[in-house]
């Protein structure tokens, strides 16, 4: 509310804090102190709310979910299977995420040579190159 719009009507509308622990500017014991109050929350509020993050997070799934979704982007395309299991996981699985699965399982699968489907993919591990190791001292 405005200083301007409070010395005309000569009250001071104020809204509960809708964070935690921030100090309720109806308990104020003055109209000063109720103004200021409203306007350290709005501030504080607006700074914590307005950060933005950079990236997202990454995601991580289970063993047995990356087979599902592997045998699914076999049988129904990669653009196919990322559309399916974003909307059934609730959070976004990217194409390139569903095609790297899936040449994981056919690489493994190749491997292996058998006719039956695997139940669980694990996660590839980083590979390091010889120098790499040479340098963190581990050769």
Excluded at 85 to 110: I, L, P
Excluded at 113 to 124: F, I, N, Q, R, T
Aim: charged share 35%; aromatic share 6%; with cysteine.
């Amino acid at each position: 509310m405005s200083l301007s719009k409070w010395l005309k009507t000569g009250t001071v509308q104020t809204r509960s804090p809708t964070m935690a622990d921030f100090p309720d500017p109806a308990k104020a014991l003055s109209t000063t102190e109720a103004l200021l109050t409203q306007a350290a929350n709005d501030a504080v509020e607006e700074m914590v709310i307005g950060r933005k993050r950079k990236r997202e997070e990454y995601a991580s799934y289970r063993n047995e979910t990356r087979a599902k979704i592997a045998r699914y982007a076999i049988d129904n395309w990669v653009a196919k299977a990322s559309r399916h299991f974003t909307a059934n996981m609730g959070k976004k699985v990217s194409e390139t995420t569903v095609r790297s699965m899936r040449d994981q399982y056919v690489k493994r699968k190749r491997k292996k040579e058998l006719g039956e489907d695997m139940k669980s993919l694990s996660k590839s591990s980083r590979k390091r190159h010889v120098t790499d190791c040479r340098s963190m001292g581990v050769i």
